[in-house]
C-alpha cells in the first residue's frame, strides 16, 4: 500500500482522513464514556443514516440533491438529531437515558422508510454503512481537516469546563460555568465528526472508532490527560492498521479498523490480567 499510497489520490485522501478521524473520534469520545452517555454516538449515526438515506432518495427525485454530497444532509441529520436529545434530556429529567433511544428509533425508522421508498442505490448505501476506501474524496478530507481544527480548538478553549461537566455537573452549575450551552456545542461537533467519519468507518461502525479506544486507554490510564493520549494512539493503530488490512483484503475499512481496536482492548485486559492488576475502572479512577 505504500507505493500505491504516493500513486493514487483516493488511498491519499483515505489515509490522511483515517489520521485525523483516528485523533478526533476518540478525543470526543473520551469526555462521553466519562459521562456515561456512550450509546449517543450510535443514536446519531442512525440519524446520520437517514439523512443519507434520505439524501440519495432525493437525488432520485429532485434534480439539485443528485449533485449534492449525500453526506451533508447525514451530518444535518446528526446535527439535528443531537439538539433533538439535549432538548428531550431536559423534557425527561428524571429519565435523561430516554432520549437516546427514541432519537435512535427515530433513526432507523426514517432510514427504513427511504431504503425501502428508493431503489437502485445498494452498493452506495453499503459504502456508507460499512465504510469505503475508494469513496473518500478530495472535499470529504477538507471537510474532516475543517472539523478537526474546530474540536482542537473547542477542547483547548474548553477544557476545564467539559471536565467539569464530566464529573461533578453540580459543581459546574454552583460555579457558574454555562454547561448548557458548552454540551450543545459538544453535542454538535460530536454529530458533525460522526457524519464526517462515514465514509472511513462507516454509519454503523463509527461509534466504535470513539468508544473502543477510551474502552482501552481508561484500563491502564494513571490520568484523564494520559487516557485522552492513549485513546488517540489506539485510535491512530486502528485507523492505520485496519486501512492498511482492508486495502489488501479488498474489504470494507469499517470492519477491520474496528476489529483492530477489539484486539487492542482484549490485549490490554489480557496484559492487566497477567501482570495481576484489577480490570475494574470506576469514574472517579480517571483524572
Known amino acids: 500500500m505504500i507505493d500505491a499510497l504516493f500513486t493514487y489520490e483516493f488511498l491519499q485522501n483515505a489515509f490522511f482522513s483515517g489520521l485525523i478521524i483516528g ?6 469520545g473520551l469526555f462521553i464514556v466519562v459521562r456515561r452517555l456512550a450509546l449517543i454516538a450510535d443514536a446519531l449515526s442512525h440519524v446520520s443514516l437517514a439523512g443519507i438515506a434520505g439524501s440519495l432518495y ?4 429532485v434534480l439539485f440533491f443528485a449533485g449534492l454530497n449525500p453526506i451533508y444532509l447525514g451530518m444535518a441529520a ?3 438529531g443531537s439538539l433533538l436529545i439535549e432538548r428531550l434530556r431536559r423534557v425527561y429529567r428524571n429519565f435523561e437515558e430516554l432520549a437516546i433511544p427514541i432519537i435512535l428509533s427515530a433513526g432507523i425508522g426514517f432510514g427504513a422508510i427511504f431504503i425501502s421508498l428508493a431503489k437502485g442505490f445498494g ?3 453499503v459504502g456508507y454503512l460499512f465504510g469505503s476506501v475508494s469513496a473518500v474524496s478530495r472535499q470529504d478530507l477538507l471537510v474532516v481537516s475543517i472539523l478537526a481544527v474546530g474540536v ?3 477542547i483547548y478553549l474548553f477544557y476545564k469546563e467539559l471536565f467539569t461537566l464530566s464529573f461533578d ?12 450551552w458548552i ?9 458533525l465528526v460522526i457524519g464526517a467519519s462515514m465514509r472511513i468507518v462507516g454509519i454503523l461502525l ?22 485522552m493520549l492513549l485513546s488517540i494512539l489506539f485510535g491512530e493503530v486502528s485507523v492505520v492498521t485496519g486501512l492498511f488490512t482492508a486495502y489488501h483484503l479488498d474489504i470494507a475499512p469499517g470492519g477491520t479498523i474496528v476489529v483492530t481496536a477489539i484486539l487492542i482492548l482484549l490485549l490490554v485486559l489480557m496484559g492487566k490480567r497477567l501482570t495481576g492488576q484489577s480490570t475494574v475502572r470506576r469514574k472517579g479512577e480517571v483524572l
Open 169 to 180: 455537573a453540580d459543581y459546574s452549575q454552583a460555579s457558574g460555568i454555562k454547561g448548557r
Open 58 to 61: 432525493l437525488s432520485q427525485q
Open 23 to 28: 485523533v478526533i473520534a476518540p478525543m470526543l
Open 206 to 227: 463509527v461509534s466504535s472508532l470513539m468508544t473502543l479506544p477510551v474502552a482501552a486507554a481508561i484500563q491502564v490510564a494513571k490520568s484523564f490527560k494520559s487516557a
Open 78 to 80: 446528526a446535527v439535528g
Open 123 to 125: 452498493a452506495d448505501l
Open 152 to 154: 482542537f480548538a473547542f
Open 183 to 191: 454540551q450543545m456545542f459538544f453535542m454538535v461537533l460530536t454529530a
